[in-house]
């Protein structure tokens, strides 16, 4: 059985529904922590919610396959119009971000972050995973270095904190309890879940085709079944902050 679990909800402030889904999810549920986009409308407002759940770790989700760099005049990942390439385009060998630019970005972002919380993220991880793509390793590491901070996926990158396994596939149209509690069920120390919870406005039909499912999702994070399952067999909720540092 699992040990020690972090639910974390990707896409805090992606839109007003996402960020009440996942505070609500938090409130009123499993999830421990969030990550935060630097770059959306909702970013502000989501750091606003998250003042009144001191228990709830806010990381941040570094973008760059949606909405605009905060740097001006960054051209190795954006488009004719300024925004962000698609996640599709990193899988042509004709496109390569320049690591000078994606450094710069997400310091940028990561500066902005601290700006706006006045703190640390609790960690790192990325829209899309784009910072678990090889061309990205370096400058991930860099980050994760100069801000001491722990990674999503840190297996695949570097070893400075303890490994939470990673399950992604709480994530689709066929969402149920078995789903988390049969991963649950797994002989290792600490493990990462990664949702999507939302309540469902129209800015978030609008912007992602996976919308209803994270309704669902938001049910069964929500659910006396799974917080049940959780508390009967002993597993600590924790976030990244409570991770130990190597060494």
Same mark, same amino acid.
């Given at each position: 059985m699992v040990k020690k679990l972090i639910i974390n909800a990707d896409d805090f402030g992606i839109t007003e529904g996402v960020t009440k889904g996942i505070i609500d999810s938090h409130a009123d549920g499993v999830v421990t922590s969030t990550t935060l986009l630097m770059n959306v409308p909702f970013t502000e407002f989501?750091?606003?919610?998250?003042?009144?759940?001191?228990?709830?770790?806010?990381?941040?989700?570094?973008? *760059?396959?949606?909405?605009?760099?905060?740097?001006?005049?960054?051209k190795s990942f954006t488009d /004719?119009?300024?925004?962000f390439l698609k996640? /599709?385009?990193? /899988?042509?060998?004709?496109?390569?971000?320049? *690591?000078?630019?994606?450094?710069?970005?997400?310091?940028?972002q990561m500066d902005h972050f601290i700006r706006l919380a006045?703190?640390?993220?609790?960690?790192?991880? /990325?829209?899309?995973?784009?910072h678990c793509l090889p061309?990205?390793?370096?400058?991930?590491?860099? *980050?994760?270095?100069?801000?001491?901070?722990?990674?999503?996926?840190?297996?695949?990158?570097?070893?400075?904190?303890?490994?939470?396994?990673?399950?992604?596939?709480?994530?689709?149209?066929? *969402?149920?309890?078995?789903?988390?509690t049969d991963e649950l069920a797994r002989d290792t120390k600490i493990m990462e879940i990664m949702c999507h919870p939302a309540y469902i406005d129209q800015k978030t039909y609008e912007i992602t085709s996976y919308s209803l499912p994270r309704m669902k999702e938001m049910e069964i994070l929500r659910s006396d079944e799974l917080r049940g399952f959780i508390r009967e067999n002993g597993i600590e909720l924790i976030t990244f902050a409570d991770l130990q540092k190597r060494g």
């Open positions: 989501a750091l606003e919610q998250a003042k009144n759940y001191p228990e709830l770790g806010v990381g941040i989700h570094l973008a *760059l396959t949606i909405g605009k760099p905060l740097i001006s005049g960054i /004719s119009e300024g925004n996640l /599709s385009d990193y /899988s042509r060998h004709d496109v390569a971000a320049d *690591l000078d630019e994606l450094y710069e970005e997400w310091k940028a006045k703190k640390l993220p609790t960690h790192i991880d /990325s829209h899309h995973h784009v061309q990205h390793h370096d400058v991930v590491v860099q *980050l994760a270095r100069e801000y001491d901070l722990p990674v999503r996926e840190s297996e695949k990158i570097l070893d400075t904190y303890e490994h939470a396994i990673f399950m992604g596939e709480f994530y689709g149209d066929d *969402l149920n309890v078995a789903r988390i």
